[in-house]
């Protein structure tokens, strides 16, 4: 198969990376529909237990920061296989954990590291393989976030109501380890990395006015954007919804980012990912 830049090849990749993403975004935002189980069988607030994603969050987002870097030293491979083994292990504790302390560990460290590790780096390598279709190939790569999302909640919904949401947390960790593994078979970096620049310093990054400003405004945009994933279904169901349906809500949220991902992503190709945001 063709390996060159804009390749089948290339396009395989991009896949793989949505195939990570969709595992661990397909978790991480299913929280919502372990909420109110979880918060019931700790006996604890709704604040103490929707720390449990805001700790999964934060980590997620700030370990990218050496997750990159650790790509660009060492390759996608061995960082998609730390994704799989910390997404695996951290539900696996989480599933067995006796209180909700120990929970902030298990699955915001296991779960935060996991997304650290398939977000951020992936796209950067899904970007190695592409010159003129790049935006295109990666919104392509981030709908496994939307796919995640569309299917990761109602499952979790069932699978809950089915057993158990510690039952539900062993079930998802050996699916989306094993689907991780596949990912990391797959995912290599691509031609245009071994000519890319040194990165840049988070501070030198900061000086362009562009940068600055899409920084700060992500910061603020992301105050509300994760709410709908840990209190929505909680929401809907204290007003009469079932759970099922409750979390179907949050799979919406998912199926219009699909939607949004692969269209805006040719629409950025033609005038520019900075001027569409």
Do not use: H
């Not at 302390?101 to 996991?114: K, M, P, S």
């Amino acid at each position: 198969m063709d390996a060159g830049l804009d390749s089948r090849r290339a396009w395989l990749i991009a896949a793989a990376a949505a195939s990570g993403m969709f595992a661990v975004f397909g978790v991480g935002y299913s929280f919502g529909a372990f909420f109110t189980s979880m918060s019931e069988e700790f006996e604890t607030s709704s604040s103490a237990t929707a720390l449990v994603f805001s700790i999964t969050i934060a980590l997620s987002f700030l370990l990218g920061l050496w997750t990159g870097r650790w790509c660009d030293r060492v390759g996608p491979k061995p960082v998609m296989r730390a994704a799989a083994a910390s997404l695996t292990i951290g539900l696996l504790l989480t599933a067995a954990v006796p209180n909700l302390w120990l929970g902030y560990v298990t699955y915001g460290g296991g779960v935060g590291f996991a997304i650290a590790c398939a977000y951020v780096p992936m796209v950067a390598t899904v970007g190695g393989w592409f010159e003129r279709r790049r935006a295109t190939a990666l919104g392509l790569s981030v709908t496994g976030i939307g796919l995640g999302t569309l299917v990761g909640s109602p499952t979790a919904a069932r699978l809950i109501d089915a057993t158990s949401w510690r039952t539900t947390y062993v079930i998802f960790a050996l699916f989306g380890g094993t689907v991780l593994l596949l990912a990391s078979l797959v995912i290599e970096p691509g031609p245009a990395a071994v000519l890319a620049p040194k990165p840049q310093s988070l501070r030198t990054l900061l000086a362009y006015r562009d940068f600055a400003l899409l920084y700060v405004s992500i910061i603020f945009s992301t105050l509300g954007l994760f709410v709908p994933f840990v209190f929505l279904a909680d929401y809907a169901e204290d007003r009469g919804m079932s759970d099922v349906k409750a979390a179907a809500l949050v799979g919406i949220i998912g199926g219009v980012s699909v939607i949004s991902r692969l269209g805006l992503g040719g629409l950025a190709d033609r005038l520019g990912s900075l001027r569409l945001y």
